[in-house]
């Protein structure tokens, strides 16, 4: 999520010293074979014989007749990637398997760098690498549900809007994520959290099968019975390793009749007497402490905080922006009815947190997971700025008041309207199942917690402010106690040891999995599993 809704301010600049130069590095080395490289670049007439030879696509390039594909093909939904090396070579807009296995081949046969492309929200921008052949899903969207076993199989161009549709449709519930735009597939492969993964398991959990284009350009049918090994990659190693994804059935569950939010939000402030911003720190780390981890799995919270509420879509009148630098909000979900929800919350006793200090708490009845998530801030489609974002998983018995310390600090001190920490409750049945039956990280299945600092802008002029706060902040956050890991899909791209950060003593196994199915390297992409 983290692109906000609407533009409501545009980014200042930050009064925070830039410790850190974001160049871009020159070590995503390749031993591809780049347009620059004459000797062993193919000609153009062997991509026109390629473009001759797709059953359903062609082989496109930067130029004026052809702008909207191009830009389309190649559309990211980060406005920070435009800026650094992001245009391939060509692209093919594939609408067919058949198209896919043929470009697969001819850049294995021709040693080119290949770009997988489904919707294009990967936050590093390694789904549309510099150079590269682009072979661009977004097309493939076809999504279709199976009565036989109450399955969802959708291809990767699909996203959350069609497959939240598809669920009100048949009552069914699927474990998805937010902001309807972002696709099922690349989320899925990586771990994938949202709203329910409490009540059923991470994205990742809910894979049936997966129809893979091989490095050898075959199109096999992957399961768990087929081929437990690449299975095991597949949930959990992310995208862009091993293989193109042509389409993927995931495991649906019956919808409650009815769901039921919570929204309560708290001020931040600076305290008239010591500038500390002690009550926000009490508050948020008495509910990360001593509330959120004995709440029953049907609840999913959000912890939010920011600036400011987002104008038009967090109306909250007792919002004194006098008094008040900065907000938690605490957005809750309840996969049933409103009484047990309500139940719940009074016993653990939420409603009574911080009682004099509550702003605008309501709880709220939606008819399916699609209505509950069109009536969010989150759930818009976003206008696209900026964005760095870096992650953290916090581990059960966390500090939590180290943790609120360093969030509610770097919020008041941000110029950034829009820089927020969105803290997103795991544990439940994310945790019931151990961390070496998929290649999940065991930091991510035994959290309570994925912590994400998530800096959104608009102009290129503070893109390294904004970088800088991100990246520094990240850093100050994973060095607390009991936080680990990160999360594959959300990745700070510059993070160090990300191998061992992603995927900890699971990426071992990743790397044999990666040689056995493809020998020759053939899928290359920065932040990626490699041999
Ligand atoms: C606005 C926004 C909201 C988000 N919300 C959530 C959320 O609520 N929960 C969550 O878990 N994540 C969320 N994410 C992160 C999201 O999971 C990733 O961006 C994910 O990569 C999206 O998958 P995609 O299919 O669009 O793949 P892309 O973003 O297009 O690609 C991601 C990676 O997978 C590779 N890849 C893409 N398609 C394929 C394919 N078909 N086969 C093999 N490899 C492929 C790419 O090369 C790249 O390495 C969000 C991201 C954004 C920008
Ligand atoms: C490598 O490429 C990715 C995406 O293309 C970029 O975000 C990252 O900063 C680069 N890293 C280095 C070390 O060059
Ligand atoms: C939700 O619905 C239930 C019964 O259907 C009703 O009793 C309750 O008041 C509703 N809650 C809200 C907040 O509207």
New binding site residues.
């Given amino acids: 999520m983290r692109t906000f809704a609407i533009l409501f301010q545009v980014a200042l600049t930050l009064s925070l010293p830039t410790t850190l130069a974001?160049a871009?590095?020159?070590?995503?080395s390749t031993s591809k074979c780049l347009p620059s490289d004459e000797t062993c670049f193919p000609p153009k007439s062997s991509f026109d014989e390629l473009s001759d030879s797709l059953p359903t696509a062609d082989v496109i390039y930067p130029s004026l007749s052809r702008y909207k594909s191009w830009s389309d093909a190649t559309a990211l939904h980060n406005q920070r990637?435009e800026k650094?090396?992001?245009t391939p070579y060509c692209a093919v807009r594939a609408r067919s398997s058949s198209d896919v296995m043929l470009v697969v081949k001819f850049c294995a046969e021709n040693n080119l760098l290949l770009s997988i492309k489904s919707t294009g929200h990967c936050y590093?921008?390694?789904c549309?690498?510099?150079d590269s052949v682009l072979l661009d899903l977004s097309l493939m969207n076809d999504i279709s549900y199976s009565s036989s076993d109450s399955s969802i199989t959708l291809q990767p161009g699909s996203n959350f809007d069609a497959l939240y549709a598809l669920n009100e449709e048949t009552q069914t519930q699927s474990v998805g994520g937010m902001c309807g735009t972002v696709g099922p597939v690349g989320f899925s492969l990586g771990g994938g959290h949202g709203p329910l993964i409490r009540s059923y398991g991470l994205g990742t959990d809910q894979i049936i099968s997966v129809d893979l284009v091989t490095a050898a350009g075959e199109l096999v049918t992957v399961t768990k019975a087929s081929d437990p090994d690449l299975f095991w990659a597949l949930q959990g190693g992310g995208g862009g390793s091993f293989g193109v994804v042509t389409s993927i059935t995931l495991r649906t569950h019956p919808a409650p009749p009815s769901l039921t939010s919570y929204v309560c939000n708290y001020p931040l402030s600076l305290d008239s007497d010591d500038n500390t911003g002690d009550s926000g720190v009490a508050t948020a780390s008495m509910w990360w402490s001593d509330i959120m981890p004995r709440l029953p799995n049907e609840w999913t919270f959000f912890s939010v905080l920011l600036p400011a509420p987002i104008p038009l879509e967090q109306n909250i009148p007792e919002f004194d922006k006098n008094t008040m630098q900065g907000l938690l909000s605490l957005e809750g979900l309840f996969n049933g009815d409103f009484a047990s929800a309500e139940a719940s919350l009074s016993e653990l006793g939420l409603l009574d947190l911080d009682k004099s200090r509550q702003m605008s708490c309501k709880f709220e009845n939606h008819t399916s997971l699609k209505a509950w998530h069109e009536s969010r801030w989150f759930g818009k489609t976003p206008v696209p700025t900026r964005n760095y974002m870096s992650t953290s998983f916090a581990q059960k018995n966390f500090d939590g008041k180290g943790l609120a310390k360093v969030a509610v600090d770097a919020i008041l001190s941000t110029d950034n309207a829009m820089s927020s920490f969105f803290g997103i409750q795991t544990g439940g049945a994310v945790s019931s199942t151990d961390s070496t039956s998929t290649s999940i990280s065991s930091a991510f299945r035994n959290s309570d917690m994925l912590m994400e600092i998530d800096a959104n802008w608009i102009r290129s002029a503070n893109d390294d402010a904004q970088e800088s706060w991100t990246h520094n902040v990240g850093r100050d956050v994973a060095a607390l106690d009991n936080m680990a890991g990160a999360y594959v899909n959300e990745p700070d791209?510059?993070l160090e040891n990300w191998e061992e950060t992603f995927w900890g003593s699971n990426f071992q196994r990743l790397q044999e999995i990666k040689s056995a199915v493809d020998p020759d390297a053939f899928f290359e992409?920065?932040?990626c599993v490699h041999a």
């Fill in positions: 974001l871009i590095a020159a070590s995503n990637l650094s090396e992001h590093s921008g390694n549309v690498q510099q791209p510059e992409c920065w932040q």
